[in-house]
């Protein structure tokens, strides 16, 4: 079966940047027919007329006005020196369609939902939603800009990146004193495009919209998505790079944070690169650099600024320490639920410890700690177990570019104290409520946890579901449920053709016998050509193939209950060293499930399960990615409440993609191995 790609790129065609004068643009972007784009003139907002709008980053920051041009005309993408910003406007989508609201995240801005019996209000609301949450037209008090970053890419300095795709609207304060910027992504061109058209397509935003949303109720520090509309504007896109490309539709996602300021914001500063020969739009502007600090610190770390008056160098580096502590935390987050970022690079990076961009992403189902979900990251750079490792080095970047505000030297002795001890003990800390370790901590967890990871690498285990599984565990000596138990923990576990399907050969056998001709002839050539490692995973994924076609399936299935029987005799151990001292029992048999059902999610977003609300979207049925939704919003709850939501969401009349699938919670089936994302 060939695979199915799931491309997440923009386009290399047709690029164009549009260009506007003057400070702030008028109520309404649309410049074409109402007929063309779906929707009156200047529309006024009646659901979001509330929205009061406070745009500090702009007066904060400083703002590049484009160079005069014909109204419209466009520009080709340019680099901004001496900004943080450039004004920029949306270009109108034809006949804008709401696909999803998130609810919670909506009620950030103090956003009320109707009446559920409220209809007409309804339509009405999701009419106004794809209007100004397409760009179509522009909310009283926004002010259309995109941000300018770098970024080191895949391990190299990028030089100018910035918002190609997205649009920073403004920012919006609630009653409750909060500040939220707002974000549409996919409005169209911007200077910072380069060689693309700025468009998303319904299939990528789709999936960033429900991975917002179901990263926040996982628990994990993430920016949040308020709705996604899609329209009759299409793109050319080569899914598949193969040469066969075809029209798509776009789409446009709200995205809210408190900010989406990021490592690269910082590095638009930095001098040529000694190994890619670019550097940042804004060398030699320490100014800038300075005004950032002061805006970032005095804006979302009000109280480092308050204990450090009169001391930059310290205030500076009680900051840099607070995001080194957050980004250990965030990544030790995604650690625990099993999640690949897919694209960690540093213009990928929240200053406030958040995930941001969801690109190419994935949620482990078979658990496999070099997982690579990006398969355009043909090296591995960013495999699920080097995660953590790769968040220290874009810290190390983000330190070079605060100097000389904050002295290098100081920068690299906090990110050598603060962020392997800050990870080890968040990561460590998750894992024992994962594991129902509700008492005293012991030595001798670390291991244990090691141990279940190295037993479920062994036996294929499903990530997510084996944990969710482990809450059930009796914890009893001599439980007659104990063989239950086993039989419903290796169902689980890989089968020998999913095992077969992981493993077979990656490389054409040419290609492969070539470089190990290479590797005996000239072992420094092919060194230097960086393909080692991956001809060594290859040999690795022959031999382990061929061990598993000496394998019966009865063989396979007794070979795991061995090696789950003998981790789950030292994890009864640890539970009943727990359980001692505990005055009652029963009590603390309760607070144990109660903390593994809060810690172990029934569902996650696997990548399936995003194919199956895409394929449906893209038919016009937006039922399935509401009815996902819905359940993402409640991860962690129980099997009674899970299946109330499951029905709940569930469509009349399912069919399609939807009536081929088995329940969310089930182990993925064999066509979802098939799915890759680019």
């Known amino acids: 079966m060939a695979s199915l790609r799931i491309g997440l790129g923009t386009s290399l065609a047709g690029a164009r940047a549009l260009s506007i004068v003057g400070c702030r643009p008028p109520p309404s972007t649309c410049s074409t027919s109402a007929a063309a784009c779906g929707t009156a003139m200047e529309p006024a907002p009646r659901w979001l007329a509330g929205l009061r709008f406070d745009n500090r980053a702009l007066r904060a920051l400083p703002v590049e006005t484009p160079p005069p041009g014909p109204e419209g005309a466009p520009s080709e993408p340019r680099p901004v020196p001496g900004a943080c910003f450039t004004r920029v406007r949306p270009t109108p989508l034809q006949h804008p ?22 209809d007409a209000s309804r339509e009405a609301r999701e009419a106004e939603a794809a209007l100004f949450f397409s760009g179509n037209a522009l909310l009283p008090g926004a002010e259309p800009a995109a941000h300018c970053y770098c970024g080191h890419q895949f391990g190299q300095f990028a030089g100018q990146l910035g918002d190609g795709a997205a649009m920073y609207l403004g920012e919006v304060c609630t009653a409750s004193g909060e500040r939220w910027e707002l974000q549409l992504k996919g409005t169209g061109p911007t200077p910072f495009s380069r060689q693309a058209d700025g468009r998303k397509v319904l299939r990528s935003s789709i999936r960033e919209f429900l991975c917002s949303e179901a990263m926040f109720h996982l628990g994990v520090p993430t920016t949040r998505a308020g709705a996604c509309v899609t329209s009759q504007s299409t793109v050319v896109r080569d899914v598949f ?108 990076m929240s200053v406030l410890g958040l995930t941001i961009d969801y690109g190419p992403f994935g949620f482990l189902d078979r658990y496999d700690p070099d997982h690579v979900c990006n398969a355009s990251d043909n090296a591995g750079r960013y495999a699920y177990n080097k995660q953590p490792e790769v968040c220290k080095w874009n810290l190390q970047k983000l330190a070079e570019a605060l100097e000389p505000e904050l002295p290098l030297a100081l920068a690299k002795a906090i990110l050598a104290e603060e962020y392997d001890a800050e990870f080890r003990s968040h990561y460590l800390h998750k894992m024992r409520r994962k594991l129902g370790l509700v008492r ?36 009893e000596p001599g439980s007659l449920g104990l063989a239950d138990f086993l039989t419903a923990l290796t169902t689980q576990c890989a089968s020998l053709e999913e095992l077969r399907l992981a493993f077979r050969p990656q490389m054409d056998p040419r290609q492969l016998s070539m470089m190990l001709m290479l590797a005996q002839s000239n072992p420094q050539l092919l060194a230097l050509i960086g393909t080692q490692a991956n001809v060594t995973k290859e040999l690795e994924r022959m031999e382990q193939l061929s061990r598993l076609e000496q394998l019966s399936p009865a063989e396979l299935l007794s070979r795991n209950r061995d090696q789950w029987a003998d981790w789950l005799q030292e994890y009864r151990a640890r539970l009943e060293k727990d359980r001692e001292g505990a005055g009652d029992a029963a ?41 996902v939704l819905k359940l993402l919003e409640a991860p962690y709850c129980t099997e009674g409440e899970a299946t109330e ?26 066509w979802a191995a098939e799915l890759c994302v680019t």
């Open 645 to 670: 939501a499951l029905e709940a969401a569930e469509p009349e009349g399912t069919s399609g993609a939807a009536g081929r699938r088995r329940s969310y919670s089930s182990k993925p089936p064999l």
């Open 440 to 475: 005293a901590a012991c030595e001798e967890d670390a291991a244990l946890v090691a141990r279940l990871l190295e037993t479920m690498q062994q036996t294929g285990a499903d990530f997510t579901n084996t944990f969710y599984l482990l809450s059930s565990f009796p914890v």
């Open 241 to 348: 790079y193969d040469g066969n490309p075809k029209r798509e539709p776009c789409a446009v996602v709200l995205r809210i944070a408190p900010t989406f300021l990021r490592f690269g914001s910082f590095e638009i500063f930095k001098s040529t690169d000694e190994h890619t020969g670019r550097a940042g739009p804004s060398v030699g502007r320490n100014d800038i650099r300075i005004q950032m600090l002061d805006y970032v610190i005095g804006t979302f770390y009000p109280e480092i600024q308050a204990a450090h008056v009169g001391d930059s160098v310290q205030r500076n580096a009680a900051f840099f320490r607070e995001v080194t502590r957050r980004t250990a935390r965030m990544v030790a987050e995604w650690q625990c639920v099993g999640f690949c970022h897919g694209v960690l690079n540093t213009d990928n």
């Open 97 to 118: 369609r709401l696909v999803a609201l998130s609810e919670p995240a909506l009620a950030l801005l103090g956003l009320g939902a109707p009446p559920a019996d409220d």
């Open 587 to 627: 009590a603390w048999q309760a607070e144990r499930v109660r903390v593994m059902h809060a810690s172990n999610p029934k569902y996650v977003l696997r990548n399936y399960m995003a194919q199956d609300a895409i394929a449906a979207a893209e038919n016009g049925d937006f039922s399935e990615v509401r009815r």
